[in-house]
Nanobody, 127 residues
Framework: QVQLVESGGGLVQAGASLRLSCAAS????????AGWFRQAPGKEREFVAT????????YYTDSVKGRFTISRDNAKNTVHLQMNSLKPEDTAVYYC????????????????????WGQGTQVTVSS
């Protein structure tokens, strides 16, 4: 069983940066792919970024490529999302997620592939 808690959200102006953190508990986290998803008001939850269990592979949705960076520190059981050049359209509740994987290199952009989720942290970007 893995438990996830997000932090680092807040209210910022367009062009600013935020770093989200996700603290995980559970023995299987280091063997889990992790991801960040977001949900804006009236919208479906959408994929943002994912990272393989060792951190060797990452993948991003097109709208955040070049601006966001996902990383992890398995020694500290954490995953991060560095968000730069924030835009108003980035406003959403951001969720971290994890799923156990059988081999390093696996990651997923599909929310249905993840079975562990945090409670979310609000990110608001003003224009």
């Amino acid at each position: 069983q893995v438990q996830l808690v997000e932090s680092g959200g807040g209210l910022v102006q367009a062009g600013a940066s935020l770093r989200l953190s996700c603290a995980a508990s559970g023995r299987t986290f280091s063997s889990s792919a992790a991801g960040w998803f977001r949900q804006a008001p009236g919208k479906e939850r959408e994929f943002v970024a994912t990272i393989s269990s060792s951190g060797s592979r990452t993948y991003y949705t097109d709208s955040v490529k070049g601006r966001f960076t996902i990383s992890r520190d398995n020694a500290k059981n954490t995953v991060h999302l560095q968000m730069n050049s924030l835009k108003p359209e980035d406003t959403a509740v951001y969720y971290c997620a994890a799923v156990f994987v059988l081999y390093d290199g696996s990651y997923s952009y599909k929310s249905t592939d993840y079975n562990y989720w945090g409670q979310g942290t609000q990110v608001t970007v003003s224009s």
